[in-house]
């Protein structure tokens, strides 16, 4: 059993900045990419941020050059800083990770329970 509990949510001005964290916990061998991912209302879900385990990342065009992705691979733990926040960030953010559990070595891919951003004035 692997579990994602991500926290740093919130409500925030457009300009603003959030941090997003997500820590795996569990039987876990291995993890290998992680990412974050949302969803607008009425919208489908969308990639925004992946960084593998070796640290090469991949950005949504639309976050470029605000959101930066990155990993403590000792805490198994995945980061979204978010910067310049604008109103059509708003959307629930999804954690997501490719795991190999322990003992099993069987692979995995784990889903967050979702952390809501509001960007807002």
């Known amino acids: 059993q692997v579990q994602l509990v991500e926290s740093g949510g919130g409500l925030v001005q457009p300009g603003g900045s959030l941090r997003l964290s997500c820590a795996a916990s569990?039987?876990?061998?291995?993890?290998?990419?992680m990412g974050w991912y949302r969803q607008a209302p009425g919208k489908q879900r969308e990639l925004v941020a992946a960084?593998?385990?070796?640290?090469?990342?991949d950005y949504a065009d639309s976050v470029k050059g605000r959101f930066t992705i990155s990993r403590d691979n000792a805490k198994n733990t995945v980061y979204l800083q978010m910067n310049s926040l604008k109103p059509e960030d708003t959307a629930v953010y999804y954690c997501?990770?490719?795991?190999?559990?322990?003992?099993?070595?069987?692979?995995?891919?784990?889903w967050g329970q979702g952390t809501l951003v509001t960007v807002s004035s």
């Open positions: 997501n990770a490719a795991v190999i559990a322990r003992l099993s070595f069987r692979y995995l891919e784990v």
């Open positions: 569990g039987s876990i061998f291995s993890i290998n990419a």
């Open positions: 960084i593998t385990n070796g640290g090469n990342t």
